[in-house]
């Protein structure tokens, strides 16, 4: 035991009498032993945290399993996927390596890889790849700022190059593209033309424009909200077909919605409720497929696994044929997260 050390202030005083032990070193922790040697335990301390993720539906009886952890001091993500059915078959393993600028996903049944890069040249500059080894297949791009970030030039191409780079211009209120496509013409010869894609949004009294048009065909959209009630007109040219959708919120846990084709006369309705933000009951119709339906929620519907009741989800639903009754079903799907 070390012996203690007395100190004297200054000035002398006879009631002062400071007692001071050395400084001792902490102990050293004792290393980790595994089978193969010994590891620090602070490599213990310092492990990422692994994500084991595994998802099940009954309609196909297939297990979907998902393991994952960040790496290289969280610059990146590895993922490890598979899937197996009920006799414990496993199909479909998939390895992915993700990070913000290159990622790589490599098929081990296929033994293929996709790999993608994105990256920035010089400021407002970015350049972007894509590339399918088995294949030899992808897409080179080069992205500028137009006037700020709001407003991009992307030219693309495809590698091997096929025509012309598509060229497309992005903004506020939508995106225009041009590009090459072959069209067919008689004794089965074909030619290149270019070709005019874009959709325009704008807001017209209380609601939003939306008008898309893609190969000769242009897609018109009204959408009309309040705190109540959404309206949503829609015409599709040349072939004229109409149709609607109509929505009524009743509270803050009650929802009707209504969609009816005018072209075709089906129609579909969809009632929805919540019971607090981790339970929600959905029942509606299709009549293009003659078929009712009712569901439950466990787990926030659109949410992550991680955020629901013991990071786990299930819906429940019964499907009711209008045709045969006797051959409704109930199925169930299930995902369950586990941090390691």
């Given at each position: 035991?070390?012996?203690?050390?007395?100190?004297?202030?200054?000035?002398?005083?006879?009631?002062?009498?400071?007692?001071?032990?050395?400084?001792?070193?902490?102990?050293?922790?004792?290393?980790?032993?595994?089978?193969?040697?010994?590891?620090?335990?602070?490599?213990?301390?310092?492990?990422?945290?692994?994500?084991?993720?595994?998802?099940?539906?009954?309609?196909?009886?297939?297990?979907?399993?998902?393991?994952?952890?960040?790496?290289?001091?969280?610059?990146?993500?590895?993922?490890?996927?598979?899937?197996?059915?009920?006799?414990?078959?496993?199909?479909?393993?998939?390895?992915?390596l993700t990070s913000k600028y290159l990622s790589l996903h490599y098929d081990i049944e296929e033994k293929n890889?996709?790999?993608?890069?994105?990256?920035d040249v010089a400021p407002g500059l970015q350049f972007k790849a894509v590339h399918e080894v088995k294949s030899?297949?992808?897409?080179?791009?080069?992205?500028?700022?137009?006037?700020?970030?709001?407003?991009?030039?992307?030219?693309?191409?495809?590698?091997?190059?096929?025509?012309?780079?598509?060229?497309?211009?992005?903004?506020?209120?939508?995106?225009?593209?041009?590009?090459?496509?072959?069209?067919?013409?008689?004794?089965?010869?074909?030619?290149?033309?270019?070709?005019?894609?874009?959709?325009?949004?704008?807001?017209?009294?209380?609601?939003?424009?939306?008008?898309?048009?893609?190969?000769?065909?242009?897609?018109?959209?009204?959408?009309?909200?309040?705190?109540?009630?959404?309206?949503?007109?829609?015409?599709?040219?040349?072939?004229?077909a109409m149709s609607f959708a109509f929505k009524r919120q009743f509270g803050p846990s009650d929802k009707l919605?209504?969609?009816?084709?005018?072209?075709?006369?089906?129609?579909?309705?969809?009632?929805?409720?919540?019971?607090?933000?981790?339970?929600?009951?959905?029942?509606?119709?299709?009549?293009?497929?003659?078929?009712?339906?009712?569901?439950?929620?466990?787990?926030?519907?659109?949410?992550?696994?991680?955020?629901?009741?013991?990071?786990?989800?299930?819906?429940?639903?019964?499907?009711?044929?209008?045709?045969?009754?006797?051959?409704?079903?109930?199925?169930?799907?299930?995902?369950?997260?586990?941090?390691?």
């Amino acid at each position: 035991m070390a012996e203690s050390k007395l100190e004297l202030k200054s000035p002398p005083n006879p009631n002062s009498l400071i007692v001071s032990a050395p400084p001792s070193s902490p102990p050293e922790s004792p290393p980790v032993t595994t089978g193969g040697g010994f590891v620090p335990a602070v490599w213990f301390r310092q492990r990422p945290k692994i994500r084991v993720t595994t998802e099940f539906d009954s309609d196909s009886s297939v297990f979907f399993h998902r393991i994952s952890c960040k790496v290289l001091d969280s610059l990146a993500k590895l993922k490890f996927s598979f899937q197996n059915n009920g006799k414990g078959e496993l199909s479909d393993p998939q390895l992915a390596l993700t990070s913000k600028y290159l990622s790589l996903h490599y098929d081990i049944e296929e033994k293929n890889a996709l790999v993608n890069a994105s990256f920035d040249v010089a400021p407002g500059l970015q350049f972007k790849a894509v590339h399918e080894v088995k294949s030899q297949q992808g897409e080179l791009a080069m992205v500028a700022d137009l006037a700020g970030p709001a407003y991009k030039f992307e030219l693309s191409s495809a590698v091997p190059a096929i025509g012309k780079p598509r060229a497309t211009i992005r903004f506020p209120l939508g995106e225009v593209s041009l590009e090459e496509k072959e069209e067919e013409e008689q004794e089965e010869q074909t030619k290149r033309i270019l070709s005019v894609n874009g959709i325009l949004k704008g807001q017209i009294m209380n609601g939003v424009c939306t008008a898309k048009y893609k190969d000769e065909a242009l897609d018109l959209r009204y959408c009309f909200k309040d705190e109540q009630m959404t309206f949503i007109p829609s015409i599709s040219l040349p072939s004229n077909a109409m149709s609607f959708a109509f929505k009524r919120q009743f509270g803050p846990s009650d929802k009707l919605s209504y969609w009816y084709n005018l072209d075709t006369n089906y129609w579909s309705t969809v009632y929805k409720h919540n019971i607090g933000k981790d339970f929600k009951f959905k029942a509606g119709y299709d009549s293009e497929v003659r078929l009712g339906w009712a569901s439950l929620w466990v787990g926030e519907e659109s949410g992550k696994a991680k955020t629901a009741p013991m990071k786990m989800k299930v819906q429940f639903m019964l499907q009711v044929p209008q045709d045969d009754i006797t051959s409704s079903s109930l199925m169930f799907r299930a995902k369950k997260r586990w941090d390691i």
